[in-house]
């Protein structure tokens, strides 16, 4: 329910995005990226393109040489604040994601997938946010991750579900952690 609600009031400003990435660049709007799930399933998760058509597909922007050359102006903006992320409440409206959980990643982050599989934590949904992003975002290393991912599947609760949506507020408008 508060994914369909969260769906219907950004949908005028997913408009607005959608039309700027459509006019920015060449290529679909819309990037879909296959990515392990509850259980290791692997699902197809959705995000507003924030990269030219051309840059390689699958692969971790931390892998990248070079990642800011294929990263748009738009998509800059996107990606700092967070909302390539808002097309993931139709993943919530699946089924294949949570509001919060662990954050989902490219199938060839092996290092970080396999130390999730170690630790448990496929037992719990994927989330748009999560513990591991209001604890450091993109600033946690691949193990530091996966055990704070680990001490939420552990460890999660309605309580620290609501800790992780309003955390998730001030991390994304302060866009602290965001490479």
Known sequence: MVALLALMLAGIP??????????????????KQERIGQYGKVFTIYKFRTMYYNAPHDVATTLLENADS????????????SLDELPQLINVLKGDMSLVGFRPVVLTEKKLNNLRQKYGVFECKPGITGL???????DL???????????YAENRSVKMDLYCLLMTIPVALTQRGAK
């Open 70 to 81: 294929y990263i748009t102006p738009v998509g800059r903006f996107l990606r700092k604040s």
């Open 14 to 31: 997913m408009l607005i995005i959608g039309a700027c990435v459509w006019c920015s660049t060449k290529g679909p709007t819309l990037l």
């Open 132 to 138: 591991a992003q209001v604890r450091g975002r993109d």
């Open 141 to 151: 290393p691949y193990k530091e991750k996966a055990l704070v991912d680990k001490e």
